[in-house]
């Protein structure tokens, strides 16, 4: 029982270092952006934009080793169905360069074989003598990449139609920023929204 209780005391640590050194960005309130909450709001007649830069903390735990993401709610506020296409958001960063959303197959792709190499690699160094503790790893390994393929297939933005009245959330993931960027935007069917580090902005609130 101590076992366990050091090695989820371990695991809660790691994933504080992790989230300390990811860059958070901030959203900045202007005329047609609210903040509420630590999300941007967009409203219009027709839908409702919220976004936030938020970490992704379940597996696969590296994921924010590639990507900047951000968690995204659309609603649809009019009578008519509404289709939204992984081009209706981009991010820009500080120098106006565009990074476009990347999709959950190429995800997936990049992340398993990684898993499957390790499996591999395991195989030869024990001679593919199959042992009762191999076989616990390999089933460990699959059962997290298992895991990690449902969360992203649960939590991730799902582009396609919102029915009227009916909304989407989720995480949308984009290449990962250079945490030398001070500043970025989120641009949604032309609407800018702009994000400031979460450190920079703190400054700024104490210089006022």
């Known amino acids: 029982m101590m076992i366990k209780t050091r090695l989820l005391l371990l695991l809660i640590v790691l994933m504080l270092i992790i989230v300390s050194c990811t860059v958070k ?5 202007s005329q047609d952006v609210k903040v509420t909450d630590g999300f941007a709001i967009v409203k219009t007649k027709a839908w409702t934009f919220a976004v936030e830069n938020k970490y ?32 209706d958001i981009s991010l820009l960063d ?20 990684k898993q499957l190499d390790y499996l591999v690699i395991t195989n030869l160094e024990e001679d593919l003598i199959e042992t009762q503790e191999i076989f616990e790893d ?3 390994i699959l059962n997290e990449w298992r895991e990690a393929k449902k969360n992203l297939i649960t939590y991730s933005f799902h582009f396609g139609k919102i029915l009227p009245g009916a909304k989407k959330s989720g995480f949308i993931f984009f290449p990962k920023l ?25 400054k700024e609130e104490k210089k006022e």
């Open 25 to 29: 960005y901030m959203p900045v309130e």
């Open 56 to 87: 992704w903390i379940k597996e696969p735990q590296d994921l924010t080793d590639y990507f900047t993401t951000f968690y995204v709610s659309i609603n649809n506020r009019h009578k008519k169905e509404m289709e939204i296409e992984p081009s």
């Open 94 to 113: 500080e120098e106006g360069n565009q990074f476009d959303v990347v999709m959950l197959d190429y995800i997936e792709q990049m992340l398993l074989p």
């Open 138 to 140: 390999h089933r460990r």
């Open 178 to 202: 250079d945490s030398k960027n001070n500043s970025c935007q989120i641009i949604f069917h032309n609407n800018k929204i702009n994000f400031i580090r979460g450190d920079m902005k703190k």
